[in-house]
């Protein structure tokens, strides 16, 4: 199968610290992986290299647009590397805070709409067309994630499980190909925590999404993900299913040996 | 609860009282020798000190349990009326007329009062949109007014240029100035990206002042000529008239381009810029492009403002744009409410209209507007008129039928 995301033995050195060392990560086109490992194993700064937020120290990043041939991204712009197909969530909740919940979904349309200065002061018939169009595909995403009857409150008012679901519904808004959700159910209850896998796996459908998860609820990924890399101290110690990850010395090593540290 | 409070006003007045008893209650009279005792004077400062602490305090509490209510009361957001169109309408149409017919009514010493309050409109809602709206805090905001002034004033004294046909020109130059401005300040922000402008401010006015052969040096440029009518002559009040509806119709510009840009694509950019640049730029957003986007979009009212200005007074010199000058642009904009251009014309009001007509208190003017300020900042910091953002008005029947 094509493969979607294509990490190349990348390290990240921040100063004297190496909080990625030597990691390649393949993702294929539909698969839902997941990235796991301890706090401070390096997976956010993981998912920066990838959305080039970070450029890596080392080693290469290629992603495969929808209809394309592979291409490279590391040391691209963030926002070009969103406009190819790739968007994320982030682990401590970033949302346009003082714009409404509609607003924030409206915003990450940027990358799909047209409209200049010009089209914005004097509003031809096309701008207000896309504007409408705008509106109206937000909406829809904010029903398809069940936020639809605060669309109108600031961001900001959300209740935490709803702010990290409009995290989702606007990282859906940039039309991605790849959806990187960095630990979606922190913070979230039981119930809260089902219903958030069961809305991972209906829009991975309803999208055709490819998706790269990194979470700390065991249940969640283990009954969600096809595939599973471990990462601990930026190196990646295993690779494989659910099944035989669980069952990985080295990775029942290094999450008992973080209980015993806690 | 009440009877803390009023024993810590009672604190507060007491200490005062200690603290100021040397000055007004003790006088030597050092003709007797003898010591006048002013008991009266001490206690007009203990019940003076103790009332307006209990005021205070009082203020206080009544934030705090408003701010409190508010909290509980999460996600419903109270109605203004402000954000009913139907207010903003009428009240937009009543001042349309009522400005409109203004300059026949009054002296021309009135009219000059509105120009200059329309002057500052404009610079306010310029400033609006790189201060409030992409939050970029900017100090120097009052280079790009003399970059517009200088840019008529020169044009006009070397070359005899008219106003018409600068005043695009004032307005393209100081845009272009201000993205030249951003692409060194790209990375910066706050404090930082303040210090930078604040200083860019004073490099215009000191290359204004010492470049004496190009620019006059502080004695200004003088005899610039006023906008012409199709070639007409007019008389002083007649031109100042005149100029009062080039100022009234460039403010209604600058308010319906300034609107239409909040509510935009590029708006919404701008917006998501000053809530967090990092999920900005991983939403798709050119962050580089979008800040040179604000700073052009923002300094180009201020070259406008300024060649109305300058062809207003018919002289400027570097004085007119000194530091201060941009500190009171700056303050009509957080006074208002940033990001809220209804709010920069109510600001513009008190910080320009009312002094003029308060010349009664203009000794205890910096006082006064240094008070209004530390109130405003301490019982309503986001300003008399808070931006707020745009609600949308969608049609779902199936919300309805849910019950909502
Ligand atoms: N910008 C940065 N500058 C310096 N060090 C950083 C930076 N970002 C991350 N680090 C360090 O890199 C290491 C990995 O951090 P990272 O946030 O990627 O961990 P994580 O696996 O996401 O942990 P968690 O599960 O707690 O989210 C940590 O030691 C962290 O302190
Ligand atoms: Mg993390």
Request: net charge neutral.
């Amino acid at each position: 199968m094509e493969s979607v995301l294509d990490v190349r033995s990348v390290s990240m050195n921040f100063g004297g610290l190496r909080a990625l060392n030597d990691v390649t990560v393949v993702v294929r086109d539909g698969e839902i992986v997941s990235l796991i490992g301890p706090n401070g194993a390096g997976k956010t700064t993981f998912f920066n290299c990838v959305t080039s937020i970070y450029k890596p120290t080392e080693g290469e990043v290629y992603f495969t647009p929808r209809g394309s041939a592979p291409l490279r991204i590391s040391g691209m712009k963030p926002n070009a590397v969103t406009a190819l197909g790739m968007a994320r969530t982030f682990q401590n909740i970033r949302l346009f805070q003082n714009m409404s919940v509609l607003e924030n979904v409206m915003v990450a349309r940027h990358c799909r709409t047209k409209a200049g200065i010009f089209g914005a002061v004097f509003r031809p018939g096309w701008v207000r067309r896309e504007e409408a169009e705008i509106v109206e595909k937000s909406y829809a995403l904010l029903k398809a994630l069940g936020l639809h009857r605060w669309y109108n409150e600031l961001a900001a008012n959300l209740p935490y499980g709803q702010q990290r679901r409009l995290e989702i519904a606007r990282a859906l808004a940039t039309e991605p190909r790849l959806l990187l959700l960095d630990e979606p159910a922190a913070g979230m209850n039981p119930q809260e925590t089902a219903a958030l896998k069961d809305l991972v796996l209906q829009i991975r459908d309803q999208f055709g999404l490819t998706i790269l998860l990194i979470e700390h609820d065991m249940s969640m990924v283990m009954s969600i993900s096809e595939r599973i890399y471990v990462m601990e101290y930026g190196c990646l110690i295993a690779e494989g299913t659910p099944e035989a990850v669980s069952h990985d010395p080295r990775v029942i090593k290094a999450y008992l040996g973080e209980v015993e540290h806690a | 609860m009440v009877a803390r409070e009023f024993f810590k006003s009672l604190g507060v007045s007491l200490w005062f009282m200690v603290l100021t008893f040397p000055l007004v209650a003790v006088r030597v009279n050092t003709i007797e020798n003898t010591i006048q005792w002013r008991w009266a004077n001490l206690a007009i400062v203990g019940v003076g000190a103790f009332v307006l602490s209990a005021v205070w305090r009082w203020a206080l509490v009544r934030r705090e349990t408003m701010l409190a209510n508010a909290a509980s009361g999460a996600g419903e957001r109270s109605v203004r009326v402000w954000d009913s169109p139907v207010v903003t309408r009428t009240l937009g149409a009543a001042l349309l007329v009522v400005f409109m017919g203004i300059p026949w009514l009054v002296s021309t010493y009135q009219t000059n009062i509105l120009i200059s309050f329309f002057l500052y409109v404009m610079l306010g809602i310029g400033l609006n949109i790189v201060v409030g709206v992409a939050g970029l805090l900017f100090l120097g905001y009052a280079a790009f007014y003399a970059i517009g002034a200088y840019a008529y004033a020169l044009l006009n004294h070397y070359f005899g240029w008219g106003f018409w046909t600068v005043l695009p020109m004032g307005g393209v130059l100081a845009a272009v100035a201000g993205v030249l401005l951003a692409f060194p300040v790209l990375r910066l922000r706050g404090d930082y990206l303040a210090i930078v402008t604040l200083g860019f401010g004073e490099i215009v006015r000191l290359v204004l002042e010492n470049w004496s052969d190009l620019t006059g040096g502080p004695s200004g440029i003088s005899n610039i000529d006023r906008p012409g009518f199709f070639g007409q002559e007019m008389t002083v009040a007649g031109t100042n008239i005149y100029i009062y509806y080039i100022v009234f119709v460039a403010v209604l510009v600058t308010f319906v381009v300034a609107e239409r840009l909040k509510d935009s694509r590029v708006g919404r950019a701008l917006q998501a810029l000053r809530e967090d640049e990092i999920a900005c730029e991983a939403m798709g957003i050119d962050r580089v492009g979008v800040k040179l986007m604000a700073f052009g979009l923002g300094t180009a009212w201020a070259g406008f403002a300024g060649v109305i200005f300058a062809a207003k007074t018919t002289f400027i010199n570097p004085a007119s744009f000194t530091f201060f000058e941009s500190a009171i642009i700056l303050s009509i904009v957080v006074l208002g409410g940033m990001g809220s251009n209804w709010g920069v014309i109510l600001g513009a009001a008190f910080l320009v209209l009312l002094p003029e007509y308060m010349r009664a208190f203009s000794e205890y003017r910096m006082i006064l507007f240094a008070a209004a300020m530390v109130l405003m900042m301490v019982f309503r910091p986001q300003g008399m008129i808070p931006a707020r953002s745009k609600q949308y008005r969608i049609v779902d029947r199936e919300l309805e039928l849910s019950g909502e």
